[in-house]
Each structure stands twice: as C-alpha cells, then as structure tokens.
C-alpha cells in the first residue's frame, strides 16, 4: 500500500434554511434554486476521487487499512470519527442542543457524542449566533417548560460574531447558528441533535425530553475568541481548537508550508480561500492543485507541502486531526 493525499468528494444536503453560498462560492451542485445548507466534506461515506483508492469509501479504508493510514489515535474510535462541514445559514437554524458520548450511547445506541467547533467564514453586519444559556436562573424543568410554550430566547445568550471568529461547542451547550453567517465544522462523526426551539416553524419536531437531560446547565456566557497567528517562514498558522477529540489550525500560506501529518493520527486540509498547489514527494501524486472548497485527507506521517499561486492572495487552509495526547 502506498500512501498518498486523498481527495474526497463533498455531499451536499439540501435543507429549509439553506442558501446558494455553497452553489455560488464553492460551485456545489443542486437542484437550480435549491436551499443547499451543508457540504459534507470529509466523513465516513466521504467517496475517494483520486488514485489506487478512487471510488472507495473512508469507512472501507479504516476497516481495512486501520493504524496503517489513519494513525493508531483513530484506532481508539470503532468508525472514522470526525466530519467536516461548509454550513450556510441563510436563515436561521433550530436552537439545538447535541448528546455527549455517554447519552448517545445510552439514548441512541451511537458511539459518539457531538463536541463541534465553528470557524466564521463569513457574516453579514450585525449578525448574532446564539451561544449558550445566559445568566437567567433556570433548573431542566423551567427549560422544559420554556421550550414547549416556545419561550427558551429568554434563557439564551446572543453573541455578535465576525469573520475569522472561533467558537468552541461541546456537547451539552444551547446553539444555534443564525442568519447570515458560514461557517467551516470541525466535529464528531455524529449528526444526533435535539431541537429546542425553531423561530416559528412548526413542521419539525422538537425533543423536550431527550434535550433537556443533554443540557450541560453549567454552559453560560461562553465567550466567542477569534485566534492570534504565529509567522513563520513563508506561512502564518493559528490554532483554532484544541480539546479532547481534535485540534485545528489555520494556514495562510503566503510562500510555502513544509508539514507533516501527526504519526498518530490523518490530517484533513479544507482550503477556504485562494488557489495553491499540494505536493507530497514520497507518494504517488508528486503535486495536486488546490482551490477553494476543496478537501484532501493526508494519511498518517506523511509528508506534505503547500504553496500559494497567486502571493497577493494567500492560500488559506484549515488543518484538522485527532487529539493525540489521550
């Protein structure tokens, strides 16, 4: 088996809030007019475009190939564990809460909670996410309550975000993203939420019961931070998130970007801006282009280097992979 970059292909879903910001910005396909809301970038079912392994599925690989490709972290986890997401909220989303590992075994029969993480592409002037409870006094009963007579607002903090805003969701916090932002998704493979309140649409159910048990009622005023980068030779690189099932870091290549995936875990590169060139000496595909949209999976250990084509335009790339120190 040889190693070498994995290009995926992006599927997308078409849902009530939905815009043409994945059709107009990333060239997703739809049906014309369609509300397209989510590109799933890189997943279980995420399908290989490129080489030896064209048209297989993530989850074949990490059946079969394991340590060998995906690092011996991922071995931790009985499925490919992580899914990255373009989400366009062109309206408002659920207010929603997402079980931790433990409730989603227990209620769902599911291996992974939904820790997630949000990197603000874009947002329009004025726009507010909401992003915990606030500071009203509320037991699981009040929240209960507040959620069947559909007044759960009062009890949740609205944050103003920004581009290149950062804000760290893990399971168990009151969310929801709202009209006018784009975000770039760093999650758990879990795609279990329990809707608490839904702006006036009454055709999709809410989970009072399931909802409330997941609220983590110690989650208030989080706060939204937007990261500081470091410079390097020919690059800039930010942390994004780190927690307990992974880390992000963003690159703004103005040069280039000698890297390496960790040993112990792929790295998955999502490119959100400019136009670039992926090259990877010790595998089969020497260079790859990279343009906007676009998502590679760099097998274990693997050499790489990025490099920007256009130097007035940075190539901008967001690098994720698992928490290794565990």
Not at 58 to 74: H, M, S, V
Not at 228 to 250: M, N, P, Q, R, W
Not at 285 to 291: A, D, G, M
Request: aromatic residues 12%; negative net charge; hydrophobic residues 40%.
């Amino acid at each position: 088996m040889t190693k070498y970059p994995l290009r995926l292909e992006p599927y997308v879903k078409e849902v009530v809030w939905g815009g043409r910001w994945l059709a107009n910005k990333l060239g997703r396909k739809g049906a014309e007019g369609a509300k397209l809301g989510e590109s799933w970038e890189a997943y279980s079912s995420s399908i290989i475009t490129n080489g030896a392994f064209s048209g297989k599925k993530l989850a074949e690989l990490f059946e079969t190939y394991g340590t060998a490709l995906f690092g011996a972290a991922a071995m931790r986890y009985p499925k490919f564990p992580l899914l990255v997401k373009f989400i366009d909220a062109h309206q408002n989303l659920s207010v929603q809460v997402h079980p931790d590992d433990a409730m989603a075994q227990r209620l769902e029969n599911y291996p992974f909670g939904k820790t997630e993480f949000w990197y603000v592409i874009e947002a329009e002037k004025g726009a507010e996410i909401c992003y915990s409870l606030n500071n009203t006094p509320a037991t699981r009963e009040d929240l209960a309550e507040a959620i069947r007579h559909n007044d759960l607002l009062r009890y949740v903090q609205r944050s103003p975000v920004k581009k290149g805003d950062v804000l760290f969701l893990p399971a168990g916090i009151v969310h929801a993203l709202t009209e006018g932002v784009v975000v770039y998704e760093l999650q758990q493979d879990c795609d279990i939420t329990y809707r608490l309140y839904d702006w006036g649409r009454t055709e999709r159910e809410m989970h009072v019961e399931k909802g409330v048990q997941a609220i983590n009622l110690d989650y208030r005023n989080f706060k939204v931070t937007h990261a500081e980068s470091i410079s390097y030779k020919g690059y800039h690189a930010a942390e994004l998130v780190a927690c307990d099932y992974f880390t992000a870091t963003l690159w703004q290549v103005e040069k280039q970007a000698q890297l390496k995936a960790a040993a112990e875990s792929f790295t998955v590169l999502t490119v959100l801006g400019g136009k670039g060139d992926l090259s990877s000496p010790s595998s089969e595909f020497v260079t790859q282009p990279l343009n906007k949209g676009d998502t590679v999976l760099i097998p274990s250990e693997l050499d790489y280097q990025l490099a920007t084509k256009i130097t007035s335009h940075p190539l901008e790339v967001i690098g994720c992979w698992l928490e290794t120190r565990n």
